[in-house]
């Protein structure tokens, strides 16, 4: 989430469909939950927790439990518990307006694995409707430099989905062209990747933060979705017929050749890999310190959650 | 050209519109000019130069002109003169069916230019119809860490073009984000790139070569521009309002920021620009001489325009 979320709302597009375009949701209880359960009062608020994912349609939803779980079965072993207090893997403001789930769950030294970051969020929109952010990535320690895995699910209304999943790279590519070519121009995931182009709903969707694009391989899906004027549950018929198996392909991809996949690294590339590693989580959390976060929580909560994740990063 | 022409000839969605889909030209010889000047044989085959541009459409070669003028004009005093041999400056094949241009021009010692590098073929496809290839690149030595240029057409039918226009990063952007700020953030990049997103016959364009688009900068024009079913001479006009004022500014970020703007570089930078700048080179050639140059023109003539882009690369 930390990656991208914050400059997704800073992007002139989806923020003008968020901020005015927005239309009220199509009533689909079935698939869609738009806003916090029932209109509860803050005290009322029952406590949830991130494999929850409340707030969003049921295929997605299905896609997001089968990645966590997919994920939590081969690594298991080698990750630690989630120890983050309680009031970090569920936050909400005092209106109820605004939910949020963080989760995360480092690697064992022996693993190569650093950890595991998985968050939602859920607001109420000020024009109607509302903005759900799922996201699940693994980054890998400095024992091995293969890429990291990223899956993101922005809704920001039931016909408007940005869909991001990626290995991002931890070498430069243009430098080590048997790097790209063991893991991405010998994997399948750029076939997955061009089964997006023929759906007539899906364009490209572009950062507004060209660092964040710069992180991305030439295999990423950065993809977003529109099904506005289709029939309806078509959105949620993506997800199930093409998002989730796309992503559970992908991700099997991670955990074989990735995760589970065994690289040579020695000094020089360990510190290379560290350099790179935290530039990117410092340029990151940089970006994310903007005002997206605190204008949807406020400064107290979106002090302590980035807190949480700087940690996170700095491990 | 040398960067992206043979990977897009490999490419399987413009071979398909290459190789079976391609419809006949429409007639509209005041813009287009879909093969060879008349049916000449070869032996009346008038000499053509870099300039020329003869088989493109008016405001294609009104495009190509202004751009190889404008950056002459600006570096004249700092590029020797193109001394390349006749047969290279102008090659075709026995058949006649086959035509293409190579003009280079290096930088003098004191110049930050390595070598400017133009380019075209024209060649008429076995099911009618033909392929124009234009493109002018200039690269920069290691005096200097600033961006190179590029611009490419890639036109398979009249209604049908393939527009590429960047300024390649020299360096890791994910290493070096103050570089990123200065020549792509600092910048009007980004808004010319958007420009085209507005536009209903253009989509993305993905180089089959995953090694291709690593090179690219995250502000990189990288269309296919589709008029089929549009009004007659819809092409002509989206490059003559679109197209060639986008590449007309992007140039001059060029010149002013990059070619004539001074960077600092120290020794290790040097070396690292060396080494990144010779991969590319040869990652390049490798990929260039792959089918499609020899396929098109042979491997005589293939060898010989190939060896002297190498020596060109290898200064």
């Given amino acids: 989430m930390a990656v991208v979320f914050p400059r997704f709302l800073n992007s002139p597009l989806p923020h003008s469909s968020l901020a005015s375009s ?9 698939f869609f939950a738009s806003s916090a359960p029932s209109s509860s009062s803050p005290m009322e608020i029952a406590p949830q927790k991130y494999t929850d994912f409340t ?10 439990v089968d990645m966590v779980s997919t994920m939590e079965n081969r690594l298991d072993s080698q990750l630690k518990p989630c ?20 989760y995360i769950r480092s690697g064992h030294t022996s693993s190569p694995v ?9 607001c109420k929109m000020p024009t109607e409707g509302a903005l759900n952010i799922t996201s699940l990535s693994a980054y890998l320690n400095a024992s091995t430099d293969a890429p990291n895995f990223l899956i993101e699910l922005i809704q ?31 994997t399948r995931l750029e076939s997955l990747r061009q089964t997006f182009e023929k759906l007539p709903e899906v364009q490209p969707y572009y950062s507004s933060a060209l660092y964040i694009r710069c992180l991305t391989s030439p295999t990423s899906i950065m993809i977003q979705i529109n099904t506005e004027g289709s029939r309806e549950g078509r959105m949620e018929e993506i997800i199930k017929d093409h998002v989730h198996p796309v992503a559970k392909e992908a991700l099997g991809i991670w955990l074989d050749r990735c995760a589970c996949g065994h690289r040579n690294v020695d000094e020089e590339g360990k510190a290379y890999l560290e350099k790179r590693d935290g530039l990117i989580k410092n340029k990151t959390i940089e ?14 909560i979106a002090n302590r959650v980035l807190e949480v994740i700087r940690e996170a990063y700095n491990g």
């Fill in 287 to 300: 970006i994310d310190i903007g005002s997206s976060f605190p204008r949807l929580f406020g400064p107290d």
């Fill in 156 to 186: 920001s209304s039931p016909t408007s989905l940005v869909f991001l999943l990626d290995l991002p790279p931890r070498k430069d590519l243009v430098l080590y062209p048997e790097y790209l070519n063991t893991f991405y121009e010998n």
């Fill in 22 to 30: 927005l239309a009220p949701p199509s009533p689909r209880p079935q």
């Fill in 83 to 102: 120890t983050l207090p309680s009031d970090i893997q569920y936050y909400y403001t005092p209106s109820g307006n605004s939910h949020g789930s963080l």
């Fill in 114 to 122: 650093d950890f595991v970051l998985g968050s939602w969020i859920n």
């Fill in 55 to 64: 707030f969003v349609s049921a295929p997605h939803r299905n896609l997001m």
